[in-house]
């Protein structure tokens, strides 16, 4: 399983933020399983917990704006959306990742470095279509998404 092989390259390399991320993700993925007893499901969301929190410590000086996204992503990903919106919004107002930081998930900006903003904003828009909120997600889509 990748979990293990995780596990080992983070042994081998533990200043490494991504492994972490990557460890938080198979455990969410494992915590929404059906194949997961109800028992376990709980135990894994806060395993990937850890792990994100591992990952914020290693990433969050560098790339502030990053965090915030995969913190409000893994929240979404998990229905919390009351814990997701303000991590989003945090994604929202901090400054992208500098051109000389390694590269993100996500698009290049004007500078060279990786902006997530458009991401957060199209989640939140989404978030807030659900709950009916719609002239909210109305501003958000003119501000953050309109060309």
């Avoid at 198979?26 to 929190?53: I, M, N």
Wanted: aromatic letters at 8%.
């Amino acid at each position: 399983m990748a979990v293990g092989e995780y596990h080992a390259l983070h042994a081998r390399r533990p200043s490494e933020p991504l492994l972490p991320l990557c460890l938080a993700a198979c455990k969410l993925q494992e915590s929404l399983s059906r194949k997961s007893k109800s028992a376990t499901r709980g135990h894994a969301a806060l395993v990937a917990a850890s792990w994100l929190s591992v990952y914020a410590q290693t990433r969050s000086a560098t790339h502030p704006q990053e965090v915030a996204y995969n913190f409000g992503r893994a929240y979404h990903h998990l229905g919390l959306t009351h814990l997701a919106v303000p991590y989003y919004i945090q994604a929202l107002l901090a400054p992208p990742a500098p051109a000389s930081a390694d590269a993100g998930a996500a698009g290049p900006t004007e500078e060279g470095g990786q902006d997530v903003s458009r991401e957060a904003a199209y989640n939140l828009v989404r978030i807030f279509r659900a709950s009916g909120n719609h002239d909210l997600a109305r501003e958000l889509t003119r501000a953050f998404l309109a060309m």
